[in-house]
């Protein structure tokens, strides 16, 4: 049999050093924002059973889930997603809690990715969920939240709002089966034209299936919001249109940057247990979304409690990686003092470096049993001061 | 002048075809026809930055963002997936992929297990899978219609064009599985954040096309 001893599972990694800073500035960062807005922490546990991310919409494929079983033999799975452990805390034990609850987290996220492509299957989600307001106001709320959060990191970047309400109520008009809605909802995500508009021909041409066609293309700044009353047959859809309209407008003067906020009527992710605005933001230099969120307010009563909810998740891994490659790498603090001492003189020496540490100062205590080669320690970790303690006291050297 | 857009092109046919596109834009390809062995080359006057590649990594270049765009096959695009945009059917490339037996062999004859030999396991399992029927799929690397030849399998699911190869052995195309033809392709955040650049290429595409 081969031993695996030696290296971590696909998907995985070890962080070292200055990683662990990056990763816990970006963190502290995240956490100190969501804190001073009014967030609770929520952690919940690593291993739920499978039923919660089993429910009547199949949000997560159970080929992405890490899966065991506990000592009764019941299937269990490895955290997917903190948003609906979240819901399931909601639903029973906040069933009678005062609302808005105003929970945060940053917890691991586990799915298989395919192999050797580069991805992890162990994601760092650092978050919110804003439960039990349908006010614009908590929208608002939870997108100034977003943008906020992508500007800590300083650096360029773009937060996108849309609304599966308009894809939701363009299909409800189609006399079709199931089946060919995912397939339309499917090219629209992929803005796949070519397909979306072979497949629309197939039904025959109304204003529902050339509004479907042009939705992939509906994305950019203020513009689209023009191109897509013209488009939209349905006053239901125009109401969505005006309120989302409203809340670009809105999150514009919120973010107060050129370009920073962008609509996209196309983002119709499956995945998704959103049913209305749906965020997403990106940093330039990262291929892939940082930023994932939106409305789902008809996820907590799938577990038996009816009531509203908007948050997000900030994919910390992937924050990380732009930082790294910007350069940006902080070096490990140094220790100020190194504590030298002379045999015999050990306990004196442990409450000498501690005295040192209560002043505030980073110290060690010097593991070898000669001077010149705690010295050579010192030059080589740069630490300005080796202290050596005897018999008669310290004696400081630069 | 800002960064160029990077596009990577699958080596080979669709290259040519792609780099004949850019001409016909009125774009200098100089760098790109006098490569030599270079892999990233680029198109000034169209502020892009051409990247070689083979068709699986185009892909896997898109999906990460390295390259903001890539011209790649419906073949590559069925068999990987990935997540990415696939914005327009540049219409070169064309052929497909189609099921071949022996000529004469009743395939959906008997109730036993058929065997499909392919270099697309996932397109054949897909396939077979809307028939609801179970097939047993082996992965060949090099010329598919050796295995049924040598009795391997009853079937090949594989790229036909013109059909010449199936016919020179013996095999005939029983069903076709679905057309192929180039695809430009973007990663899902360059889009966004390079919208006009990107829109721009795309317009100016379609209408040469």
Same mark, same amino acid.
């Given at each position: 049999?081969?031993?695996?001893?030696?290296?971590?599972?696909?998907?995985?990694?070890? /962080? #070292?050093?200055?990683?662990?800073?990056?990763?816990?500035?970006?963190?502290?960062?995240?956490?100190?924002?969501?804190?001073?807005?009014?967030?609770?922490?929520?952690?919940?546990?690593? #291993?739920?059973?499978?039923?919660?991310?089993?429910?009547?919409?199949?949000?997560?494929?159970?080929?992405?889930?890490?899966?065991?079983? !506990?000592?009764?033999?019941?299937? /269990?799975?490895?955290?997917?997603?903190?948003?609906?452990?979240?819901?399931?805390?909601? +639903?029973?034990?906040?069933?009678?809690?005062?609302?808005?609850?105003?929970?945060?987290?940053?917890?691991?996220?586990?799915?298989?990715?395919?192999?050797?492509?580069?991805?992890?299957?162990?994601?760092?989600? +650092?978050?919110?969920?804003?439960?039990?307001?349908?006010?614009?106001?908590?929208?608002?709320?939870?997108?100034?939240?977003?943008? $906020?959060? #992508?500007?800590?990191?300083?650096?360029?970047?773009?937060?996108?709002?849309? *609304?599966?309400?308009?894809?939701?109520?363009?299909?409800? *008009?189609?006399?079709?089966?199931?089946?060919?809605?995912?397939?339309?909802?499917?090219?629209?995500?992929?803005?796949?034209?070519?397909?979306?508009?072979?497949?629309?021909?197939?039904?025959?041409?109304?204003?529902?299936?050339?509004?479907?066609?042009?939705?992939?293309? /509906?994305?950019?700044?203020?513009?689209?919001?023009?191109?897509?009353?013209?488009?939209?047959?349905? $006053?239901?859809?125009?109401?969505?249109?005006?309120?989302?309209?409203?809340?670009? *407008?809105?999150?514009?003067?919120?973010?107060?940057?050129?370009?920073?906020?962008?609509?996209?009527?196309?983002?119709?992710?499956?995945?998704?247990?959103?049913?209305?605005?749906?965020?997403?933001?990106?940093?330039?230099?990262?291929?892939?979304?940082?930023?994932?969120?939106?409305?789902?307010?008809? /996820?907590?009563?799938?577990?038996?409690?009816?009531?509203?909810?908007?948050?997000?998740?900030?994919?910390?891994?992937?924050?990380?990686?732009?930082?790294?490659?910007?350069?940006?790498?902080?070096?490990?603090?140094?220790?100020?003092?190194?504590?030298?001492?002379?045999?015999?003189?050990?306990?004196?020496?442990?409450?000498?470096?501690?005295?040192?540490?209560?002043?505030?100062?980073?110290?060690?205590?010097?593991?070898? !049993?000669?001077?010149?080669?705690?010295?050579?320690?010192?030059?080589?970790?740069?630490?300005?001061?080796?202290?050596?303690?005897?018999?008669?006291?310290? !004696?400081?050297?630069? | 002048?800002?960064?160029?857009?990077?596009?990577?092109?699958?080596?080979?046919?669709?290259?040519?075809?792609?780099?004949?596109?850019?001409?016909?834009?009125?774009?200098?390809?100089?760098?790109?026809?006098?490569?030599?062995?270079?892999?990233?080359?680029?198109?000034?006057?169209?502020?892009?930055?051409?990247?070689?590649?083979?068709?699986?990594?185009?892909?896997?270049? @898109?999906? &990460?963002?390295?390259?903001?765009?890539? @011209?790649?096959?419906?073949?590559?695009?069925?068999?990987?997936?990935?997540?990415?945009? =696939?914005?327009?059917?540049?219409?070169?490339?064309?052929?497909?992929?189609?099921?071949?037996?022996?000529?004469?062999?009743?395939?959906?004859?008997?109730?036993?297990?058929?065997?499909?030999?392919?270099?697309?396991?996932?397109?054949?399992?897909?396939?077979?899978?809307?028939?609801?029927?179970?097939? =047993?799929?082996?992965?060949?690397?090099?010329?598919?219609?050796?295995?049924?030849?040598?009795?391997?399998?009853?079937?090949?699911?594989?790229?036909?064009?013109?059909?010449?190869?199936?016919?020179?052995?013996?095999?005939?195309?029983?069903?076709? @599985?679905?057309?192929?033809?180039?695809?430009?392709?973007?990663?899902?955040?360059?889009?966004?954040?390079? &919208?006009? =650049?990107?829109?721009?290429?795309?317009?100016?595409?379609?209408?040469?096309?």
């Amino acid at each position: 049999m081969r031993n695996y001893d030696l290296i971590t599972p696909e998907g995985t990694k070890d /962080l #070292l050093f200055g990683e662990c800073i990056v990763r816990r500035n970006i963190e502290k960062t995240l956490f100190k924002l969501f804190k001073s807005r009014g967030y609770c922490e929520m952690i919940t546990p690593g #291993l739920e059973f499978f039923d919660v991310f089993n429910l009547n919409s199949q949000y997560f494929p159970q080929e992405n889930l890490y899966k065991l079983t !506990d000592s009764k033999g019941r299937l /269990l799975v490895m955290r997917p997603d903190s948003t609906m452990p979240i819901a399931r805390v909601v +639903a029973t034990r906040l069933r009678d809690a005062m609302l808005p609850l105003k929970f945060c987290y940053n917890q691991t996220v586990y799915r298989t990715e395919p192999a050797l492509k580069g991805r992890s299957d162990e994601i760092v989600q +650092a978050g919110i969920e804003l439960i039990g307001s349908e006010l614009k106001m908590a929208d608002l709320e939870v997108i100034s939240t977003a943008v $906020e959060a #992508l500007r800590s990191f300083g650096m360029e970047f773009s937060l996108e709002i849309g *609304h599966i309400g308009i894809f939701k109520e363009l299909v409800s *008009h189609l006399e079709v089966s199931d089946n060919v809605k995912e397939n339309i909802r499917k090219h629209i995500e992929a803005k796949n034209f070519p397909a979306l508009n072979d497949l629309l021909d197939t039904l025959g041409s109304s204003p529902i299936t050339n509004a479907l066609k042009k939705l992939p293309a /509906l994305f950019g700044g203020e513009e689209v919001f023009e191109k897509a009353e013209e488009l939209m047959p349905d $006053e239901n859809i125009k109401r969505i249109l005006d309120e989302l309209k409203e809340i670009y *407008h809105d999150a514009c003067e919120i973010c107060d940057t050129e370009g920073a906020i962008t609509v996209d009527l196309g983002l119709v992710n499956k995945t998704d247990y959103y049913t209305g605005l749906i965020i997403k933001g990106y940093l330039q230099g990262h291929g892939e979304e940082v930023v994932s969120g939106g409305r789902y307010d008809k /996820l907590i009563s799938e577990f038996g409690y009816d009531v509203p909810a908007v948050g997000f998740a900030l994919n910390v891994n992937g924050v990380a990686k732009v930082i790294e490659k910007n350069g940006v790498f902080p070096s490990m603090p140094k220790a100020d003092i190194l504590v030298y001492a002379v045999p015999g003189c050990e306990v004196a020496a442990l409450k000498a470096a501690q005295e040192y540490r209560d002043q505030g100062l980073i110290v060690e205590n010097a593991l070898f !049993d000669d001077l010149d080669s705690a010295r050579a320690y010192a030059m080589e970790m740069r630490i300005a001061k080796v202290v050596v303690i005897d018999e008669t006291g310290e !004696d400081e050297q630069e | 002048m800002n960064k160029p857009i990077r596009i990577a092109l699958t080596k080979g046919r669709l290259e040519k075809d792609t780099v004949g596109l850019f001409e016909k834009l009125g774009f200098d390809c100089t760098a790109v026809r006098e490569k030599g062995r270079k892999l990233i080359l680029p198109i000034p006057d169209g502020n892009l930055e051409v990247v070689l590649a083979k068709a699986n990594d185009v892909i896997t270049y @898109v999906e &990460h963002g390295v390259c903001d765009m890539g @011209v790649v096959g419906k073949d590559t695009i069925m068999e990987m997936e990935g997540k990415f945009y =696939e914005l327009v059917d540049l219409g070169f490339g064309r052929c497909k992929f189609a099921l071949a037996t022996k000529k004469g062999y009743d395939f959906y004859s008997g109730y036993g297990i058929k065997t499909i030999a392919t270099k697309y396991p996932n397109v054949s399992r897909r396939f077979f899978e809307k028939k609801g029927m179970d097939t =047993e799929i082996i992965k060949i690397e090099g010329s598919v219609e050796l295995a049924p030849l040598l009795e391997l399998a009853d079937g090949i699911v594989d790229i036909v064009e013109t059909g010449t190869t199936l016919k020179e052995n013996g095999l005939e195309v029983i069903e076709d @599985v679905a057309p192929i033809s180039a695809r430009l392709i973007a990663n899902t955040v360059s889009l966004k954040l390079r &919208h006009a =650049e990107i829109d721009r290429l795309i317009k100016l595409i379609e209408e040469n096309l």
